[in-house]
């Protein structure tokens, strides 16, 4: 079984400047997470998708991060513009949503370095 | 959820146990105890669960204590593998599969050769 995708795995841009992640979960999952994970910190959750809509993103800072899963299976999270604060490794995450589920699955990141 | 409380690294000597301990003396009836890790860049890891009784999987064992206010994973024959961070998490489980996980920072543990 194939696991998250996400892409790139590296990342550096200028502050000011726009950049954008792409998750694609495990096939069937229809629930997806985007984390973000600042070093020496463990992962803060951003955004939860079930299908294709928001289920909770009361911590993404909307007037510079965005998110979306138009067709419930990939995903992208943007960052318009970037901080010197948004360096970070962004974490994509994905569970089935059918019975008890104990394990999210994660990607392997991707590292985005603000300078 | 109920915070949890960790220590912020530890040693342990290859192919000894590992004892991981956790606090979560504010966890309410209905949540569950929840084990991850996470390796040097790669993504979090899911190892074990539990709820009251002492669960044991092909990765790692669990006990929680009768009170169930702290936890201790255990790693019976550590390996280099398995140096990490490694997170305690509580958190409710509903038959919906898409509850949160909210992160602490952790207990780094080293597996010295």
């Known amino acids: 079984e194939a696991g998250v995708a996400q892409s790139p795995r590296y990342k550096i841009i200028e502050k000011r400047q726009s950049v954008a992640f792409w998750c694609n979960p495990i096939?069937?999952?229809?629930?997806l997470y985007w984390y973000q994970q600042i070093l020496g910190q463990g992962p803060k959750l951003l955004i939860q998708?079930?299908?294709?809509?928001?289920?909770?993103d009361s911590q993404l800072p909307k007037d510079r991060f965005s998110a979306e899963r138009l067709k419930g299976v990939d995903s992208t999270l943007k960052i318009q513009p970037a901080k010197l604060e948004d360096s970070a490794v962004y974490l994509c995450?994905?569970?089935?949503?059918?019975?008890?589920?104990?394990?999210?699955?994660f990607g392997p990141g991707t590292r985005l370095t603000v300078t | 959820d109920a915070k949890t409380t960790q220590p912020t690294s530890m040693d342990c000597a290859e192919g000894r146990a590992a004892n991981l301990p956790c606090n979560h003396s504010?966890?309410?009836?209905?949540?569950?105890v929840y084990w991850y890790r996470q390796i040097h860049s790669q993504g979090p890891q899911y190892i074990i669960h539990g709820l009251k009784n002492n669960e044991t999987n092909e990765m790692a064992s669990l006990i929680i204590t009768e009170d169930r206010k702290s936890s201790t994973l255990i790693l019976p024959h550590a390996t280099l593998r398995d140096t990490a961070v490694y997170y305690c998490i509580v958190r409710l489980t509903s038959n919906f599969g898409n509850e949160k996980l909210t992160f602490g920072t952790g207990t780094r543990l080293t597996i010295i050769p």
């Open positions: 096939s069937g999952h229809a629930t």
């Open positions: 995450a994905s569970t089935m949503s059918r019975g008890p589920t104990y394990e999210q699955y």
């Open positions: 504010t966890i309410s009836g209905n949540e569950y």
């Open positions: 998708f079930q299908n294709n809509g928001v289920v909770d």
